[in-house]
């Protein structure tokens, strides 16, 4: 064990912990030397978006001291950027300890003076962006990992406009919470008194919000027999999505009951991700078994959405989260021109590595089409920026998230879920299913393809490993891949495109951020993407090709599936 590790585990055998924590250290230290140091080698970094991690004693882990101090830090640069009264807003997920976390929180925001809005129980990710706007709160947090294993916790922290911080914020935060050097700098307590709970009427409002970006409620209610599965997944959603759901006129909503008990050990998945096959499978069998006309699941803090269909042959298939942003994106672009309300400067906002389908889609229907980076908190800075000349309508990134109107500034799975009855409910008025809409866009726009592969690199090591992948992907870039010229490579971090064919190059006029793109003479794009909240990096692979008639829609997306194989086995991912 290095000195700087020792220093540290020593800092905290002498220093003000607990004295349970210290005899945990202790006990470490003779059974597990290897986990100690893998617990204190370095600090739990609060990054961009705050802090995630692996809970457990130590300064690598989620804990106690680790949210205290950063929250501490947190407090600080608030009462540096804002005069007068200060508030804050505070909400919890499922999972084990959100709750102790967040009145943590709330205790060393309120001892240092600020006013604190804290949820009595838990609640959703989007609800928590609602409320900061709602409440004129200067900044919030939220007590999740959303759907990392049940080893994680997280704490999400946002600024006044209900979004996860962007610059200069986030960085400057950052540096306020490194200030804290010590648990002793921490105003643990005594502000008891600037700590207000709040629930129901905060859900109220919410609902009505979410109620009010309905296209077409009378077609709501026209089909409000629409058979529909849901499954929280042990998580937040519980609370909401089946009140929305009512709200909206649906009264024939099954949930999945083994999967209804908020739970922070995940009891029936493996996983508590609802990209997963695994995690879905109980709403799968009993999307089946009734006969449903389509199934959701949320991830435990209620921000991401799955959603299930039958496809042509009446099987149930999971749309992958570029399908269901395609189909909402596209619904809330059609239906609001059928029904007259579209605006001439409507807008819509995708990440640079969600499908490039939504971008024809908008650009046919005389739509604008921004690409900003990777995360919600990119796209609610654009809406910041056209407020007042441009009309944002929907919002959305392929890892299963969707943003619909701007009263929240965070990805929504319950309006997302809301929307996603109300699709099935348009196509159904008409004789249809949501797999036959995608079908006909397929038909209409061209049959894009999408594939991620996530490569974890755990440890000490994993971090180094990642960016040497990356250098080696900058420094020395593929110019062939499944025997097609590799055109353009997009590179973010030093924010240049080259034309790799004529040597031409220019600015990418987005903030810096570590992502390399190649994309291919034919249209297919590879993106590769360092996590920034777990030790992994990311492929992302996106082919198209032309459907020629309904009827090659599944010989076609094998063609493209196994266009994406080719690639994968190719760049040694596989």
Not at 63 to 91: D, H, R
Not at 478 to 503: C, F, H, M, R, S
Request: negative net charge; charged residues 25%.
């Amino acid at each position: 064990m290095n000195n700087a590790t020792q220093l540290k585990i020593d800092k905290w055998l002498s220093g003000n912990y607990d004295q349970a924590v210290k005899d945990e250290i202790s006990q470490l230290q003779k059974t597990d030397p290897a986990g100690l140091e893998d617990a204190f080698y370095k600090n739990l970094e609060f990054g961009t978006g705050g802090l995630r991690g692996i809970m457990g004693i130590g300064t690598n882990r989620m804990n106690k001291y680790t949210v205290g101090m950063a929250t501490q830090g947190y407090a600080n640069y608030l009462k540096q950027c804002f005069a007068g009264e200060i508030s804050v807003a505070i909400a919890y997920d499922c999972r084990n300890n959100s709750q102790f976390f967040a009145e943590i929180t709330a205790n060393v925001f309120a001892a240092n003076g600020i006013k604190v809005y804290l949820f009595e129980a838990l609640r959703p990710t989007p609800e928590l962006s609602y409320t900061i706007r709602k409440k004129g709160c200067k900044g919030g947090v939220v007590c999740t990992a959303s759907h990392n294993p049940k080893e994680y916790n997280g704490y999400k922290a946002y600024w006044d406009d209900g979004a996860q911080m962007v610059p200069p914020h986030d960085k400057n935060v950052i540096t306020e919470v490194e200030k804290i050097a010590s648990v002793d700098d921490v105003k643990w307590t005594g502000g008891e008194a600037h700590i207000t709970w709040i629930g129901e009427a905060m859900d109220a409002d919410y609902l009505n919000m979410v109620k009010g970006l309905s296209v077409y409620p009378d077609i709501c209610a026209a089909q409000a027999d629409l058979k529909i599965v849901y499954t929280p997944i042990h998580g937040t959603g519980i609370v909401l999505v089946p009140k929305a759901l009512q709200q909206i006129g649906f009264n024939n909503v099954h949930i999945v009951e083994e999967q209804s008990i908020p739970d922070g050990n995940f009891s029936t998945v493996i996983y508590p991700n609802p990209e997963e096959t695994e995690a879905m499978s109980m709403g799968l069998k009993k999307a089946d078994a009734l006969d449903a006309d389509i199934l959701l699941g949320t991830d435990p803090d209620a921000d991401r959405v799955a959603i299930g269909v039958k496809n042509k042959k009446g099987e149930w298939v999971l749309l992958n989260g570029n399908q269901t942003a395609v189909l909402a994106f596209n619904y809330m672009i059609e239906a609001r021109k059928a029904k007259g309300i579209a605006q001439p400067n409507d807008m819509v906002i995708k990440t640079i590595v969600t499908t490039g389908m939504i971008d024809v889609i908008a650009k046919a229907n005389g739509v604008a089409s921004y690409n900003v980076l990777t995360g919600f908190k990119w796209i609610a800075r654009l809406i910041k920026e056209k407020e007042g000349k441009e009309n944002y309508i929907i919002g959305g990134e392929e890892s299963f998230g969707l943003m619909i109107g701007d009263q929240i500034r965070d990805k929504d799975a319950i309006s997302a879920v809301a929307l996603s009855c109300e699709m099935a409910a348009y196509e159904k008025n008409k004789g249809r299913t949501l797999f036959d809409k995608l079908v006909d866009l397929c038909l209409q726009y061209g049959f894009y393809k999408e594939s991620l592969v996530s490569v974890t690199k755990k440890g000490m090591n994993g971090a180094k490993e990642i960016a040497d992948m990356m250098e080696g992907y900058r420094s020395n870039p593929p110019l062939n891949i499944d025997g097609g010229a590799v055109k353009e490579l997009l590179d973010y971090e030093l924010q240049v495109g080259k034309n790799l064919l004529t040597g031409a190059s220019w600015t990418i006029h987005l903030p810096k951020s570590n992502v390399l793109q190649f994309v291919l003479a034919d249209g297919t794009k590879i993106s590769a993407r360092p996590s920034g909240t777990e030790p992994k990096i990311k492929f992302y692979f996106s082919v198209n090709a032309k459907l020629s008639d309904a009827a090659s829609f599944d010989t076609t997306e094998k063609m493209l599936d196994e266009k994406i194989g080719r690639i994968i086995t190719e760049m040694g991912l596989k």
